[in-house]
């Protein structure tokens, strides 16, 4: 989807603010909506992609506005009740519906530090062909869906050069709906300052991206 | 301008910013969902303690720093490194939740790395813990592709006009460790020396390595 989050090449968005010593969280809420986040997600009810694409899917005006974890703690709010761990009603209450079950939750004090040092691999060993080499020159597709995407706009319709080819991974333009994960090859793809920024760019600098190959033609 | 010179500066700010929603009402906000998937038994709050001490003391920047640290000084690490940095990070240790995929980008004399991620916060969990506030943030998303070395610049790095600069956008579950030039005057040092040296913004590639003082 064409939102504010996919600000790649944007002016205007002020001057970068560094915090010197910088503390992992700023406040007690923020280390509590972001690991409320990262257990749900043991609940398999959602993946990485839908998770992304429900921030991503706050409106633009109030994306800009938030800060960091209040994005975190509102896509987590959406997720629950759009996949049903939780009602609208119980969201707005603050207290399970009435009679509701008391459930097992999936990771515990014992459990969450081994899944953390696991992750969740998103390679497929699947003999998938790969439709491009090492060495290649590939066009970014002029794509705008109306969905979740990690193709940005910066690099739509642009010349660029497979670097290297990453394996078969997870597509997360699909999985993000759970439409399936699609698995295909990722590679990086190194396109030049000037041909994503025009000639006014420095003609050395270059941007790499990891597109896979619904992201890419023959060029 | 120096980075270190916006400190408290910019914290006032971010206050500032977040004024339409007082901290206060995130707290709340964020309590009444935690009490109701308790409740539920969709949550076990102690999990939720353990996350975050784990982020909070044992997952950060230090370790990044020793896999650089031994990179410097032992060779074939260092080719593993390059070769497979998600096995090389593993030996040490490092491994899980957003750093399942590795590759380690090296910075030379001629080409400098910088790593961003334009569409959200994607960053290299196991070996740099969480991304610092800047990192995430609108104005270094949106210009790091675009203008990296005006950004480098707003961060305190000048780089000559013949070095190359490759900005790595993390678009996928691929995460980048920049490897960052060991400093001259570094040869007596021990690893665990060279590791304190070695930086997060370093290893982001928005700072060079300072030799010891």
């Given at each position: 989807?064409?939102s504010v989050h996919d600000m790649g090449g944007m002016h205007?968005?002020?001057?970068?603010?560094?915090?010197?010593?910088?503390?992992?969280?700023?406040?007690?809420?923020?280390?509590?909506?972001?690991?409320?986040?990262?257990?749900?997600?043991?609940?398999?009810?959602?993946?990485?992609?839908?998770?992304?694409?429900?921030?991503?899917?706050?409106?633009?005006?109030?994306?800009?506005?938030?800060?960091?974890?209040?994005?975190?703690?509102?896509?987590?709010?959406?997720?629950?009740?759009?996949?049903?761990?939780?009602?609208?009603?119980?969201?707005?209450?603050?207290?399970?519906?009435?009679?509701?079950?008391?459930?097992?939750?999936?990771?515990?004090?014992?459990?969450?530090?081994?899944?953390?040092?696991?992750?969740?691999?998103?390679?497929?060993?699947?003999?998938?062909?790969?439709?491009?080499?090492?060495?290649?020159?590939?066009?970014?597709?002029?794509?705008?869906?109306?969905?979740?995407?990690?193709?940005?706009?910066?690099?739509?319709?642009?010349?660029?050069?497979?670097?290297?080819?990453?394996?078969?991974?997870?597509?997360?333009?699909?999985?993000?709906?759970?439409?399936?994960?699609?698995?295909?090859?990722?590679?990086?793809?190194?396109?030049?300052?000037?041909?994503?920024?025009?000639?006014?760019?420095?003609?050395?600098?270059?941007?790499?991206?990891?597109?896979?190959?619904?992201?890419?033609?023959?060029? | 301008?120096?980075?270190?010179?916006?400190?408290?500066?910019?914290?006032?700010?971010?206050?500032?910013?977040?004024?339409?929603?007082?901290?206060?009402?995130?707290?709340?906000?964020?309590?009444?969902?935690?009490?109701?998937?308790?409740?539920?038994?969709?949550?076990?709050?102690?999990?939720?303690?353990?996350?975050?001490?784990?982020?909070?003391?044992?997952?950060?920047?230090?370790?990044?720093?020793?896999?650089?640290?031994?990179?410097?000084?032992?060779?074939?690490?260092?080719?593993?490194?390059?070769?497979?940095?998600?096995?090389?990070?593993?030996?040490?240790?490092?491994?899980?939740?957003?750093?399942?995929?590795?590759?380690?980008?090296?910075?030379?004399?001629?080409?400098?790395?910088?790593?961003?991620?334009?569409?959200?916060?994607?960053?290299?969990?196991?070996?740099?813990?969480?991304?610092?506030?800047?990192?995430?943030?609108?104005?270094?998303?949106?210009?790091?592709?675009?203008?990296?070395?005006?950004?480098?610049?707003?961060?305190?790095?000048?780089?000559?006009?013949?070095?190359?600069?490759?900005?790595?956008?993390?678009?996928?579950?691929?995460?980048?460790?920049?490897?960052?030039?060991?400093?001259?005057?570094?040869?007596?040092?021990?690893?665990?020396?060279?590791?304190?040296?070695?930086?997060?913004?370093?290893?982001?590639?928005?700072?060079?390595?300072?030799?010891?003082?």
């Amino acid at each position: 989807m064409n939102s504010v989050h996919d600000m790649g090449g944007m002016h205007g968005l002020g001057p970068i603010e560094y915090e010197k010593d910088e503390p992992v969280f700023h406040a007690q809420w923020e280390a509590r909506a972001f690991a409320l986040t990262v257990v749900m997600g043991a609940w398999g009810k959602w993946n990485i992609d839908a998770g992304r694409h429900a921030r991503e899917s706050i409106p633009g005006p109030e994306y800009l506005r938030m800060s960091y974890y209040e994005k975190w703690l509102t896509g987590l709010e959406s997720l629950a009740v759009r996949q049903g761990l939780i009602t609208e009603t119980e969201l707005a209450s603050g207290r399970p519906a009435p009679g509701s079950e008391k459930r097992t939750p999936p990771v515990n004090a014992d459990t969450v530090a081994r899944n953390l040092r696991k992750g969740v691999p998103v390679t497929r060993d699947l003999p998938v062909t790969p439709r491009f080499k090492a060495g290649q020159r590939v066009r970014a597709k002029n794509l705008h869906p109306t969905g979740h995407t990690r193709l940005p706009r910066y690099a739509r319709g642009k010349l660029g050069v497979i670097e290297r080819d990453h394996g078969v991974h997870v597509f997360p333009d699909s999985n993000a709906h759970f439409r399936g994960e699609n698995p295909q090859h990722l590679y990086s793809v190194r396109f030049t300052a000037t041909e994503l920024w025009g000639d006014e760019a420095k003609g050395s600098d270059s941007v790499a991206l990891d597109l896979w190959d619904d992201h890419l033609e023959p060029a | 301008m120096g980075k270190h010179e916006h400190g408290t500066h910019s914290l006032d700010r971010r206050h500032h910013h977040a004024g339409q929603d007082a901290p206060s009402d995130l707290t709340l906000r964020v309590k009444a969902l935690e009490s109701l998937l308790v409740e539920k038994g969709l949550v076990d709050p102690a999990a939720l303690d353990v996350l975050i001490d784990a982020y909070e003391h044992k997952i950060g920047p230090r370790n990044g720093a020793r896999v650089v640290a031994k990179a410097w000084i032992d060779p074939a690490y260092r080719k593993r490194l390059f070769n497979d940095a998600t096995a090389a990070i593993a030996e040490l240790g490092y491994t899980g939740r957003q750093g399942e995929h590795m590759v380690a980008l090296e910075n030379t004399a001629k080409v400098h790395n910088l790593v961003v991620c334009t569409l959200c916060s994607c960053y290299p969990l196991p070996v740099l813990g969480l991304p610092p506030v800047w990192y995430k943030s609108s104005p270094y998303r949106s210009r790091a592709v675009i203008d990296p070395r005006g950004v480098l610049h707003e961060l305190g790095l000048e780089l000559p006009d013949d070095v190359e600069v490759r900005v790595w956008d993390s678009t996928s579950e691929v995460r980048y460790l920049v490897v960052p030039e060991r400093p001259a005057g570094t040869e007596q040092l021990s690893e665990e020396q060279l590791a304190a040296l070695v930086t997060r913004d370093a290893m982001i590639g928005v700072a060079k390595v300072a030799p010891p003082a």
